[in-house]
């Protein structure tokens, strides 16, 4: 049976709509470690996502469960800071929500950021790569009670992530900025357990340049809503098996912290972009 999330989040969407400063353009989810983002644009509006009825709390450090209306030269910002995965033990209508939100705030964009093993040997803790594709063997299958069985038009929204003219100025912002940005495949995983290295040999074989467990199923729903979205990765480790170190979201927080300047440079170059 299909989900109605606008049933559903009736009374979240309502007191966001009430007490909204203004109807926002561009809606970026902050991943593990970016959450710092938030704190250099001017923030207007916020919300404790524990006050708004309905919205899961987040429980991994680094998200801090509070949505921001914010701006940046002008550019109206809706700012998730912190998001909700799958392994915190909730489900697709509520790791969706963000895209969910944005779409019935009518933002025109999404930016879908998040940090991730690489799995790509051409890649170190410390890159950014923009995400040409996304995939995933266990994800289509959760979104069924949210699309239902989509119309023709729906199936082939899924084919506009991401939005090739909101990658294009993400290209840009990093040419601009001089910022070496790579391009590649995102691959999730549910978690919470981190891949064994048997598993990032076959999603290596399988195309994969990194691994998570966030964004794809955000991006299919967005996608299938009809927002130009997009996503950036932040390479923060090795995945498993690549060489041998114990992983740990204690180093997922402090490589994203060591590129907190050029991911900050490469998202806000961005939004000026966006006419």
Known sequence: MKIDLKFKYQALLTKIRNEAPFQPEVAIVLGSGLGNFASSVNIIKSFNT??????PPSTIKGHEGKIHFSEYDGKKL?????RIHFYEGYNISECIL???IARQLKCKYLLLTNAAGGVNPNFVPGDLMLNRSIDSFNIKKELTNLIGLADETGKNNFNNFPSAFLNGLIKKAALEEKIELKEGVYWFNKGPAYETPAEIRMMGKFGADAVG???????????YLGIKTSSITCVTNFAAGITGQKLSHEEVTVTAKLVEDKFERLVKRTILLID
Request: charged share 5%; net charge negative.
């Open 50 to 55: 524990s006050a708004l009825p309905g919205y």
């Open 78 to 82: 809706l700012l998730f800071q912190g």
């Open 98 to 100: 963000p895209s969910f």
């Open 213 to 223: 467990m966030s964004t794809v199923h955000e991006a299919i729903f967005a996608a």
